[in-house]
């Protein structure tokens, strides 16, 4: 290699060092700037978020999202410097993202419903709520679906666009549930001393709470009967136990009617016991007299008394 090669190349290098070593530098430097701004961005999002007491799992998933946003335009930035032109990336981000998309439509439209309900709190985990036809207590709240276990331990996993987009029966929001269980007795039955044993059976309930709405009410004066209906408050979690014992021990409380019929009934049977045993009496007294009789006509006849003129 010549003197006038070496001298070329040296003149490229150092015009090279000169047009693009300046550049080099200032995207160096706008890139270490940038993340130690992007970290304290993070920071103050994650500070603000806390006090706002968003959800955890959204959080964590709003901070991930808008370090990567920060971090995708930092780059933008740092090549700008070279002149790479920031329209170019806006068309490939705006196309990737048209054609993700179209991709993953249903999963977007979960996506979104999850931030929505991470967001508002509709639900929390361990509320029991009915979703979409569906009963259970929340065992999993995540971006894209919510995990149920029915009363029967079944394990339901319910789409996020689907709850967002239906009803939602939220049964532990007011901190306890209402359990109302339905009570016939008949037309001729003291009402009063039927609610007095119902409404004992309710504060007897150890898992029953005092609450102003407990009570027992007249619901309905059906074909045949009166309907009653025995109203007990208690947690969520006690709700079906609670439920299962006052329909069994309301179905077991005494109708003051049906005693009374019984009562009848008894009575009935002795009375007329009692008058069997006197009908058989007089019939065995007049057994008795008429063999009696028959004994003294034999015997006058025996006698062959004569009885005066």
């Known amino acids: 290699m010549n003197t006038e090669t070496l001298s070329l190349r040296l003149e490229k290098a150092l015009h090279f060092a000169k047009i693009y070593g300046v550049k080099i530098l200032s995207a160096i430097a706008i890139f270490w700037i940038g993340l130690k701004l992007i970290g304290y961005i993070d920071r103050l999002i994650d500070t603000a978020l806390k006090k706002a007491k968003i959800d955890e799992s959204l959080r964590k998933f709003l901070e991930s999202l808008s370090s990567a946003f920060l971090k995708i335009a930092l780059v933008v930035v740092t090549l700008g410097?070279?002149?790479?032109?920031p329209n170019s990336f806006l068309a490939i981000f705006g196309a990737a993202g048209l054609a993700v998309g179209l991709a993953l439509q249903g999963s977007l439209a979960n996506f979104a419903s999850g931030v929505m309900i991470l967001f508002f709190k509709p639900y929390k985990i361990g509320d029991f709520v009915t979703i979409?036809?569906?009963?259970?207590?929340?065992?999993?709240?995540?971006i894209f679906d919510t995990t149920l276990i029915t009363p029967d331990?079944?394990?339901?996993?319910?789409?996020?666009?689907?709850?967002?987009?239906n009803n939602i029966i939220n049964g532990s929001r007011q901190g306890n549930t209402r359990v109302d269980v339905s009570v016939g007795i008949s037309y001729d039955a003291d009402i009063?001393?039927?609610?007095?044993?119902?409404?004992k059976i309710i504060t007897d309930h150890p898992l029953a709470?005092?609450?102003?709405?407990?009570g027992v009410f007249v619901s309905e004066l059906a074909d045949s009967s009166v309907n009653l209906i025995v109203r007990a408050y208690t947690k969520p979690p006690h709700y079906r136990t609670v439920f299962f014992d006052l329909t069994e021990q309301t179905k077991n409380f005494p109708d003051t009617w049906e005693v009374f019929l019984m009562m009848c009934i008894i009575v009935s049977l002795l009375?007329?016991?009692?008058?069997?045993?006197?009908?058989?009496?007089?019939?065995?007294?007049f057994r008795e007299c008429w063999r009696m009789s028959d004994h003294w006509r034999e015997y006058l006849s025996s006698q062959q008394v004569q009885l005066p003129a």
Not at 192 to 199: H, S
Not at 271 to 285: D, M, N
């Open 271 to 285: 009375y007329a016991a009692v008058q069997l045993l006197i009908l058989a009496l007089w019939e065995y007294i």
């Open 209 to 214: 709470l005092s609450h102003n709405g407990s």
């Open 81 to 85: 410097v070279f002149g790479v032109e």
């Open 153 to 165: 331990h079944k394990t339901v996993i319910i789409p996020n666009s689907l709850i967002t987009s």
């Open 132 to 142: 979409n036809g569906n009963k259970g207590t929340v065992k999993q709240i995540a």
């Open 192 to 199: 009063k001393k039927a609610k007095e044993v119902l409404t």
